[in-house]
């Protein structure tokens, strides 16, 4: 039983046309389908278009232009309108520090990860020493600040490394994480203490030093029993 495609009436087989609207009747398996011609346009197109993806190299670039007229304008205004500090150095510092943190790694790819770090910890190293000597002539800034940086810097390396070098899994990862800000605080508190106290005494780095040991000793425990590891791993999904 069919139905008209109008009105919606009930159709008889013997029907040429609606019998309410004189619509004409088409079985659609009598004809191919190149004999059916659109009456309109579908407004919709027929090929998909798509926006031409953006080359990084355009990307590096117009990040240098932003980050140089940044710096650029600071340092007019401050030498021809604002004379009182040469404060307009901290943010041609900071433009610097931020094109090194993402110029390099988006225009040179044969560079290794190391290389990118070490530029890192220069450019960051010499902003905190322009900081340093632009407010107390570089007092804080080898016994507190270059400490810290170099230690952090160390830390990411030895991670990197062996993630690069061992097997790696999520407790692999957490483990190397744990330990790392365990060190990287003892690292602060043993900077302050020497800078400020002229001695070495640990308060809240070796609670978190302890609360470390404690999880790494437990994660050395669990990545050492395969099947223990295995049972957190589905227990835990990951």
Known sequence: ?????????????SCNR???????????NDYEQKDFVPKATSPFPITRGEVEPSDKTDFAILLSVILGTTALTCFLLNWLVFHGTWWSFYIIGICAVLWVLIFPPITYKKITIYSYLLMDYVSITLFLLLISIQFSNGSWFFPIALPIITGL???ICLILFFLKRFRVSFLSTALYIIISIGIFC?????ALDRYFHGKIALSWSAVVLAVVLLISLALTTILSKPKLRNSFRKRFHF
């Open 18 to 28: 609606c019998p309410l609207c004189q619509t004409l009747v088409i079985n659609p």
């Open 1 to 13: 039983m069919s139905y008209c495609v109008e009105c919606g009436v009930k159709l008889d087989d």
């Open 153 to 155: 810097f160390i830390l």
């Open 186 to 190: 003892a690292t602060i508190e043993i």
